[in-house]
Nanobody
Framework: QVQLVESGGGSVQGGGSLRLSCAASRLTYSKYCMGWFRQAPGKEREGVAT???????HYADSVKGRFTVSKDNAKNTLYLRMTSLKPEETAMYYCEAETSTVVPCSRRRRHTDFGYWGRGTQVTVSS
């Protein structure tokens, strides 16, 4: 079973940057979809970015131009580089993965589109 462990969260001032990491174990499939989601207290989990095994990426409109998702295949680790962070982006950030190819990665935008997720890493942005 795929296991995901996030790290890299922390506290930053508005305008600052962070890089989150997601170490994936047992993700031995040649095709998969991975994504970053976030959930603030009292709000639904929302998609931030996805990464397809073919290298293509997708971003939520709110983070385009500021966030970059990438993957180091040798380390089997997914990253999310976040810049120009805003206080309203304070949330728990989750890494998620799906190995089914029935639905293309580009169409996987919701938490329910993924079958595996980690425990999350907290990001706090102060004003």
């Amino acid at each position: 079973q795929v296991q995901l462990v996030e790290s890299g969260g922390g506290s930053v001032q508005g305008g600052g940057s962070l890089r989150l990491s997601c170490a994936a174990s047992r993700l031995t499939y040649s095709k998969y979809c991975m994504g970053w989601f976030r959930q603030a207290p009292g709000k639904e989990r929302e998609g931030v970015a996805t990464f397809d095994s073919d290298g293509s990426t997708h971003y939520a409109d709110s983070v385009k131009g500021r966030f970059t998702v990438s993957k180091d295949n040798a380390k089997n680790t997914l990253y999310l580089r976040m810049t120009s962070l805003k206080p309203e982006e304070t949330a728990m950030y989750y890494c998620e993965a799906e190995t089914s190819t029935v639905v293309p990665c580009s169409r996987r935008r919701r938490h329910t589109d993924f079958g595996y997720w980690g425990r999350g890493t907290q990001v706090t942005v102060s004003s």
